[in-house]
């Protein structure tokens, strides 16, 4: 008998947290705002863990509807439709101090901001949009995916402030669009010191928060970091883009880092792009207050056109008192200085800067294996920062140093064209931010299945052919083998054909 019971019973220890987990699931519900609840701050109060706050498409402003509070629940506010559609506006104005969202009870990655327009914010001190953790009750670590933060302002951080000084903080900051923010001081209009404020889309204090595939342009800092001020933390910043970013004190001292500054942080930086920002040090990059990096956690970015208006200042990067900065697989071009100058590189009398692997127009004295010849981006004028076939920067990187994609998100791969000449594993990683690939080829597998008056390559214009293997207004069935990668994607072939194509890395092409 006792075996029976024992067998018996057990299927109820399997069943029981199934069913669990099944409830679970069941629970999590849709808060809809405004159908069935008037603001997103009422949605929040009623929601429990695992609940998404669903916002329809429109504009927002008001109580309920600014200075949100999360709670510390692991809930996420999204938009129904998009950020082109749902927009936040606080409304926030000098003396009348409004942002959109605070976190500072300890939320976690599944507190998630996704999907919407934050503007107008402007509090007194800092995080125009969004707080994450304070000095009085702790810190936070949320998820912001996905937004557009665009027009606030505050002192310090005018997107985004993270505050690690009373706990953790590890945000998640992923996929936004941070523009035309802009740091100021509150104290009093037009006053000489109304300039004073740092980081005009992100300020961290202690934080390791990943940055990662966010753009950041025509942001503005009235003293330091047009874009992104960490201080004394590990932050990763990763695949991000920044354009036009600017720090500019306006002559009340010297702004430091058009897009970041760094000071005493433990970082990675890699696979990021840096083009038009501008500062009075480091157009792109300022490092100072003993922020060493270790080797190699500067890696593969792109940093072209960058100025600083003073001369000899650095027109890409800028080291100052006691840093050691470690640069590899990087690309320096057309950065200037006040004077006009190529000053892709400056550090000062107690800070260095070690570049390997690396092009450095005009050369860099202290490193190993840097090249000065011209990188040869597809279209450098237009931003294209992809590397042609011919660029001296295919194969010639430290693949230890390397992260595993590009900028775009592609792998790292041996192109065939070129012997590799790179060291560590791969060793056919290539510098800057892009990843050669090649053009993108297909195969036909069966060409009867093609019509023999189908449609030609002409019939796209400005788009450009493979050098060597077709002309312009050539009929596909005239081709014996490759077909441009037009036809594999559905821009120039009927639907019918895509089944007979392959699409594979071009070999030399």
């Known amino acids: 008998m006792n075996k029976v019971a024992i067998g018996m019973a057990m299927p109820c220890v399997i069943v029981i947290p199934i069913l669990l987990i099944c409830q679970s699931e069941l629970d999590a519900a849709e808060l809809q705002v405004p159908l069935r609840y008037p603001t997103i701050q009422s949605a929040i109060d009623d929601a429990v863990g695992g609940d998404t706050v669903l916002i329809a498409p429109g504009v927002y402003k008001g109580d309920g509807n600014r200075d949100i509070e999360f709670r510390g629940k692991a809930i996420t506010v999204k938009s129904e439709a998009g950020p082109e ?3 936040l506006d606080a409304e926030g104005a000098f003396g009348d ?10 939320e976690t990655a599944e507190s998630v901001v996704e999907g919407l327009t934050l503007v107008g914010g402007w509090p007194q001190g800092s995080g125009g949009a969004i707080k994450i953790g304070d000095a009085v009750s702790g810190g936070a670590s949320p998820t912001i995916r996905g937004n557009i933060l665009r027009g606030n302002k505050t002192q310090r951080g005018a997107g985004i402030h993270i505050d690690a000084t009373r706990g953790n903080a590890q945000p998640l900051i992923e996929h936004n669009i941070f523009e035309d923010n802009e740091t ?32 950041f342009r025509h942001n503005r800092s ?11 933390g590990a932050p990763v910043i990763e695949g991000n883009w920044f354009e036009n970013n600017n720090s500019d004190p306006e002559g009340h001292g010297m702004g430091m880092g058009g897009a970041i500054l760094l000071q005493g942080c433990f970082s990675t930086l890699h696979s990021n792009v840096f083009c038009g920002n501008q500062a009075d040090q480091g157009g792109a990059i300022a490092f100072r207050n003993l922020a060493s990096l270790n080797t190699g956690t500067i890696a593969n970015n792109t940093l072209v056109s960058n100025l600083v208006r003073q001369s000899r200042a650095g027109g890409a990067i800028y080291a100052q008192s006691m840093t050691d900065v470690n640069v590899a697989n990087c690309i320096f071009w057309n950065n200037h200085d006040g004077s006009g100058a190529g000053s892709e590189i400056l550090e000062s009398t107690l800070g ?13 004295q202290a490193g190993t294996n840097v090249q000065s010849d011209d990188p040869q981006f597809v279209n450098g004028g237009s931003n294209n920062f992809n590397l042609r076939r011919a660029s001296p920067a295919i194969d010639v990187g430290h693949g230890t140093y390397a992260p ?7 792998p790292r791969v041996d192109a065939r064209h070129v012997a590799s000449s790179g060291v560590g594993s791969p060793a056919y990683t290539d510098i800057g931010a892009y990843e050669w690939h090649g053009a993108l080829l297909a195969t036909v597998q069966s060409w009867s299945e093609l019509s023999t008056n189908g449609s030609e390559f002409s019939d796209v214009p400005d788009k450009p052919m493979p050098i060597g293997r077709l002309a312009a207004g050539c009929s596909l069935a005239s081709n014996t083998g490759l077909v441009w990668w037009l036809v594999s994607h559905g821009l120039l072939a009927p639907a019918a054909w895509r089944s007979a194509l392959r699409k594979e890395q071009a070999r030399g092409s």
């Not at 037009?190 to 980081?199: E, H, L, Q």
């Open 352 to 364: 260095s800067v070690l570049v390997s692997y690396s092009i450095v127009e005009g050369g860099w």
């Open 404 to 410: 595993a994609q590009d900028f775009a998100g592609k």
């Open 222 to 232: 009235r003293s330091h970091a047009g874009a992104i001020d960490m201080w004394l």
């Open 97 to 106: 101090w409004h942002r959109h969202f605070n976190f500072r009870e300890n």
């Open 85 to 87: 559609v749902t927009v």
């Open 184 to 215: 100021r001081g509150y104290t009093v209009e037009n006053d000489p010191f109304d300039g004073c404020g740092s980081a005009g889309a992100i300020f961290g204090y202690k934080c390791a928060a990943v940055i990662r595939k966010n753009v």
